[in-house]
């Protein structure tokens, strides 16, 4: 597969885990935010979203928090599984736009 | 339900070639978008259709140039390809940009270029 994951932040941890994965964004308009995974060969998979109105929204096993003081967003991914095993990219929107500013992403790796 | 659909997966052009790289999408969405990624890098934007007849410059459209052929189809082309625009290619739609609504991607078209 693509060397997307050469030079990122990694997080291990063991299956069965929660994981957490920060991100911290730039732009203080930003009013929309959301997690993609991306494994192996793939392109990314939307995972969850929150607009800025919000501070917490729960998916399946999945939540994401929004801190705009400090403007900060994390995924948190509750009984990590070894198919969990991606590259996870937070992007974010500048209110009125209509593009997506993407961070580098951090891998996550789960053991068995 | 094939959402979005990158033509060719792969390819290796010699430097000074030319190559249209095509995107289509089933979903009726009206933005359309080609990002290149490269190692240890986030997506980069090259160029993006907000709607059909429109296209704009991204982040990094030097080399390229787009067409939105109609609501669907939204192609990339590389006049003469050079050694830096090795990467990874995808394609993404959404509803429309501006609304809080995600973009979807295809899985890719991985071009090198020697």
């Known amino acids: 597969g693509e060397s997307v994951g050469l030079h990122l932040p990694t997080l291990s941890v063991q299956e069965g885990d929660n994981s957490i994965i920060n991100c911290a964004y730039s732009n203080s308009a930003s009013d929309y935010f959301i997690w993609y995974k991306q494994e192996s060969g793939k392109g990314p998979q939307f995972i969850i979203d929150i607009r800025s109105n919000m501070d917490k929204r729960q998916g399946q096993r999945v939540t994401v928090l929004l801190n705009k003081t400090v403007k900060h967003l994390s995924l948190q991914i509750a009984a990590t599984q070894p198919g969990d095993s991606a590259v996870y990219f937070c992007a974010e929107r500048n209110s009125g736009y209509s593009t997506l500013t993407f961070g580098k992403g951090t891998m996550l790796l789960v053991s068995p | 339900n094939a959402g979005v659909t990158q033509t060719p997966k792969f390819q290796v052009l010699k430097t000074g070639q030319s190559m249209t790289l095509q995107c289509a999408q089933d979903m009726n969405h009206n933005s359309m978008y080609w990002y290149r990624q490269d190692p240890g890098m986030g997506l980069r934007l090259i160029y993006y259709?907000?709607?059909?007849?429109?296209?704009d410059k991204g982040e990094v459209p030097n080399g390229y140039n787009v067409s939105r052929l109609n609501k669907r189809e939204f192609s990339l082309r590389l006049e003469s390809a050079a050694p830096s625009q090795t990467s990874v290619y995808f394609c993404a739609s959404s509803w429309r940009g501006e609304s809080n609504q995600p973009q979807h991607f295809g899985d890719g078209t991985r071009l090198s270029i020697l």
């Open positions: 259709s907000a709607s059909e007849g429109t296209t």
